[in-house]
């Protein structure tokens, strides 16, 4: 059973850098595309980035574009996404998400992934 674990997050403060990680266990890692979620308090989860297996297409919430940057290890099993320039509205819970045969017009989509961790939390202040 595929199993995802986040870690990396943390309290930061406004326009600083923050590097969440996820490992990914349990079965044939390159095979999957992955995602990252975000839940704030009181909101519903978004979309944050998505990287799609077998050729590395990228997708990003455009709030997020320019400033954030996901990427993967296939080697390690591991996903990442790079926060730069981290604002307030940024604080969530972070969620690394993966699927097996997800198309460009779903990677956006939570409910197209398969597996998804525990989440980290990250709180940006002022």
């Known amino acids: 059973q595929v199993q995802l674990v986040e870690s990396g997050g943390g309290l930061v403060q406004v326009g600083t850098s923050l590097t969440l990680s996820c490992a990914f266990s349990?079965?044939?890692?390159?095979?999957?595309?992955v995602g990252w979620f975000r839940q704030a308090p009181g909101k519903e989860r978004e979309f944050v980035a998505a990287?799609?297996?077998?050729?590395?297409?990228?997708f990003y919430e455009d709030s997020v574009k320019g400033r954030f940057t996901i990427s993967r290890d296939n080697a390690k099993n591991m996903v990442y996404l790079q926060m730069n320039g981290l604002k307030t509205e940024d604080t969530a819970v972070y969620f690394c998400?993966?699927?097996?045969?997800?198309?460009?017009?779903?990677?956006?989509?939570?409910?197209?992934?398969?597996?998804w961790g525990q989440g980290t939390q990250v709180t940006v202040s002022s």
């Open positions: 990287l799609k297996r077998y050729g590395g297409a990228t």
């Open positions: 349990g079965g044939t890692f390159r095979t999957y595309s």
């Open positions: 998400a993966a699927g097996q045969g997800l198309i460009n017009s779903s990677m956006r989509n939570g409910a197209a992934y398969d597996f």
